[in-house]
């Protein structure tokens, strides 16, 4: 079973406004990453938290992570429709930091 | 870019071949992936590879198997190509494993008939 699940599993929004997703996980972690695919395409880094962080920021991104509740979460703020895409996190595992595990993703949509 | 490409990127083979895709890197990293994206599933993980002849079995393996004889190139295998192995693969490397960004190919769309 995956590691990770993303909620919401889509989410639309206006220009403007802030997209919020959450990412829960199983086992406990050293490192979560989040990633962004525009369709049809592979995959992109957007950020890593380590295990030690309880938040970070990149441009327009805030990652929080809160390994008591095992979850993590990305704001995105001043949405754009640029950046419509789906967002995935993923994670390694304590005793096993080779494995990229990904959760099931959510799809933003954000409309003009 | 980082330096990965997959191949071929699109396929159609029939149920009961073998197929092979590959993946090649340029960056010398030393760990590489192999997923599948499904509908519904997100990216599942095959099999990665943390060094030369150096692999690990994923979430899914059952039905493939992989190779890596040179730090560049991983070649993921479906032994016996059957209809649920019809999906988007894609190929990821990394300097450091999870600890460590990585960089993701373009995919390779197999259609098993």
């Known amino acids: 079973s995956q590691q990770g699940e993303e909620d919401p599993q889509a989410l639309s929004i206006q220009e403007g406004e802030n997209a919020t997703m959450n990412c829960s996980y199983k086992t406990s972690i050293n490192n979560l990453q989040w990633y962004r695919q525009n369709s049809g395409r592979g995959l992109v880094h957007l950020i890593l938290i380590r295990s030690n962080e309880r938040e970070k920021h990149s441009g327009r991104l805030r990652v929080t992570l809160d390994t008591s509740k095992k979850s993590s979460s990305l704001l995105i703020t001043a949405s754009r429709a640029a950046d419509t895409a789906s967002y995935f996190c993923?994670?390694?595992?304590?005793?096993?930091?080779?494995?990229?595990?990904f959760g099931t993703g959510t799809r933003l949509q954000v409309f003009p | 870019d980082a330096g990965i490409t997959q191949s071929p990127r699109h396929k159609v083979t029939e149920t009961g071949t073998p197929v092979t895709l590959r993946c090649h890197q340029t960056e010398n990293h030393r760990y590489m992936y192999w997923y599948r994206q499904d509908p519904g599933h997100g990216l599942r993980l095959i099999h990665y590879s943390y060094g030369v002849k150096d692999t690990d079995k994923g979430e899914v393996s059952d039905g493939y198997s992989v190779s890596r004889s040179k730090t560049e190139d991983f070649l993921l295998t479906l032994e016996s190509a059957t209809s649920s192995q019809t999906s988007v693969y894609f190929c990821?490397?990394?300097?450091?494993?999870?600890?460590?960004?990585?960089?993701f190919g373009q995919g390779t769309r197999l259609t098993v008939v």
């Open positions: 993923a994670t390694d595992a304590i005793g096993n930091t080779d494995k990229l595990i």
């Open positions: 990821a490397i990394s300097a450091d494993g999870g600890r460590a960004e990585a960089f």
